[in-house]
């Protein structure tokens, strides 16, 4: 049974790459959690292949700490825009936050963003200023920075370099010290939150909770209170990084049990467990909803591969419940999945998990966003109704559509000044408004609203190219907004290519549809006859290419004589040509999509 008072629950939130992971492994070390030689690869609560890789945190990882006779429970959370959620989840369970800030780039967009989650869960925030040794470190200018922008007290903020080991300790006497002790009472019904939940092959579905009153036991019946659900609890125990099985786990505690659950979907993150016997009154508080934001296609490049691919993804749902799917058909591509993704790097991370993993080749579709479609009253009188539209291939006909909004969302930059041009530009060609511009610490924040279908194409990219990787961007929703937007269709040989249809803005609907015919231009290879690439909208082609027939020297075999003798022949030819063009199916190569589909990377 542990003193509350001795327990200390707290993650720690910066922004990518400011060395949240390489913090938490020389915590992990300095408490004798591991050995120097367990330590094989740093970054011991990224344990993903693709986490490593890309050195990013994409789930969030927790670890039992003991140090000067109190138990820490530490949280180490995603830096990235697109893993927010995760951030979300791991705050609800902690008491407090470590605020790990770079001395050498200062306080940037997604620090902001994590330590406003902090303050809404009323955390004791602790400022740690990391890599101090580094020859550009200016820590008192960040000190001073931290107090600016986000208005705490840093005069007490502690120095520390993760990777040299320097500072630790105080890092860890400042979180004894500073954060406050969790609540609960050990005699009340059981409540406990379920912060995380995950498939392990061998021990079935493993659920990360957090104890807020009443204790769990192994044997207990729990029942879980939004899904109605009973389970019997087989193992109790708390990562230190390795599992250690434990007898209880009592209030303000962290750890996991397992309950012979086969799917992850019964165990939805935000539930609240209590006892079978003796339920809680009313459930904690949950998490939103995670909506998806991002749309696209998957298909297998291997049509033989659709079962495979059904099974990978259903898979990779029982580890990530954020992301979701459903099947689809397409004439071009075959059968495959509408999936629908957090943004951009989560439907990268899935994909490249989807290639890796599970060895499967795929085809993504252009992404787009949900619009909400608002029908007119049809010719019986029957009522206006919105539909959400996912797919562009699904959109109603034109003349029935009254209005169509779109997703926007409040995008914050912050930007070295000589920069700053180049992003107005960018934010301004995609249609963004601009609704503040302030100067911090000789950088200057930008803020913008802007629609989402213009961000979700290479938004991030061309900022990271423009500002040589020195801006940093953070965005929320901020709802719908009517749009002109049109569908934008095209055609190879007068048919519709549907995998390729996409909802444009109907001012930068002509540019896009130029773009893509020439694309298609250079990749459909040539054939016996012409071929036309239209773009369309509706029945008003805004764009059209033609690829030159390849031609066969009918004449090659005559030798002088009369020259009607050739025009004879060319004439027979011109009229196969024009048979085969009626006729004739044009087979556009799967790279050929492929490439178009990467269109907006140019």
């Not at 579709?365 to 049809?378: D, E, K, W």
Request: include cysteine; charged fraction near 25%.
């Amino acid at each position: 049974m542990t003193d509350l008072s001795r327990i200390r629950n707290f993650s720690i939130i910066a922004h990518i790459d400011h060395g949240k992971s390489t913090l938490a492994d020389r915590l992990i070390q300095r408490t004798g959690g591991l050995t120097e030689r367990e330590m094989v690869h740093g970054q011991m609560l990224d344990n993903m292949e693709i986490e490593q890789e890309r050195g990013i945190t994409i789930k969030a990882q927790t670890v039992r700490l003991e140090w000067k006779g109190h138990i820490l429970n530490l949280m180490d959370t995603p830096g990235h825009v697109d893993f927010a959620y995760e951030v979300s989840r791991s705050l609800a369970a902690c008491e407090g936050a470590l605020l790990v800030v770079d001395a050498a780039q200062g306080v940037e967009a997604q620090t902001l963003a994590n330590v406003y989650q902090s303050i809404e869960h009323d955390h004791e925030i602790v400022p740690v200023i990391n890599k101090i040794d580094l020859p550009s470190a200016e820590p008192e200018k960040v000190r001073h920075e931290i107090e600016e922008i986000i208005g705490l007290d840093a005069s007490d903020a502690v120095l520390a370099s993760a990777k040299s080991g320097i500072g630790i300790d105080d890092v860890l006497d400042a979180v004894i010290a500073k954060i406050p002790p969790p609540k609960g009472d050990r005699d009340a019904p059981l409540k406990a939150m379920l912060v995380d939940s995950w498939y392990d092959p061998y021990l079935g579905v493993v659920i990360l909770v957090r104890v807020m009153d009443g204790v769990i036991r192994k044997g207990a019946q729990v029942k879980f209170m939004a899904a109605g659900t009973t389970h019997l609890v087989d193992r109790v125990g708390a990562f230190r990084p390795k599992i250690e099985q434990l007898a209880e786990l009592g209030p303000g505690e962290i750890g996991f049990i397992t309950a012979q659950i086969k799917e992850v979907a019964q165990a939805r993150v935000g539930d609240t467990l209590t006892d079978a016997k003796k339920p809680a009154a009313e459930a904690l508080p949950g998490f939103k909803e995670v909506q998806p934001v991002v749309f696209c296609g998957l298909f297998p490049v291997d049509a033989a591969d659709f079962e495979k691919l059904r099974e990978s993804i259903s898979k990779l749902r029982l580890n990530d419940a954020s992301f979701s799917f459903e099947m689809e058909t397409s004439a071009a591509l075959g059968f495959g999945f509408r999936c629908g993704f957090l943004g951009l790097l989560h439907l990268e991370i899935i994909q490249e998990r989807l290639i890796r993993e599970y060895d499967l080749d795929l085809i993504t579709t252009a992404p787009s966003v949900v619009y909400r479609i608002h029908l007119g009253r049809a010719k019986d009188g029957t009522g206006e109704r919105t539909i959400e539209l996912h797919n562009p291939a699904d959109m109603p006909d034109p003349s029935r559509i009254d209005m169509i909004e779109e997703p926007w969302i409040k995008a914050v930059i912050y930007v070295p000044d000589e920069y700053l041009g180049g992003i107005l530009k960018l934010c301004q060609d995609r249609r963004g408004v601009q609704t503040g511009l302030t100067y911090v610490g000789g950088r200057a924040q930008v803020s913008y609203e802007l629609p989402l279908n213009e961000v979700v194409f290479d938004f991030y990219d061309r900022l990271k190219s423009i500002s040589r990787g020195y801006a940093s961007f953070d965005y929320e929703q901020i709802g719908y907004r009517e749009g002109d937007l049109v569908k934008m269709s095209i055609l190879v040989n007068e048919e519709v290519v549907d995998a390729l249809s996409m909802i444009v803005h109907r001012g930068t609907a002509e540019q896009r549809g130029r773009g893509m015919c020439e694309r298609l231009k250079e990749l459909i290879p040539r054939h016996m006859f012409k071929i036309p690439i239209q773009a369309a909208i509706g029945g008003k082609v805004i764009a059209r290419e033609t690829i030159s027939a390849l031609r066969k020297d009918v004449t090659a075999k005559c030798y002088g004589g009369d020259a009607t003798r050739k025009r004879k022949l060319l004439d027979k030819q011109k009229k196969g040509k024009a048979r085969m063009r009626e006729y004739g199916s044009v087979s556009i190569p799967q790279e050929a999509f492929i490439a178009a589909l990467r269109m907006g990377e140019e």
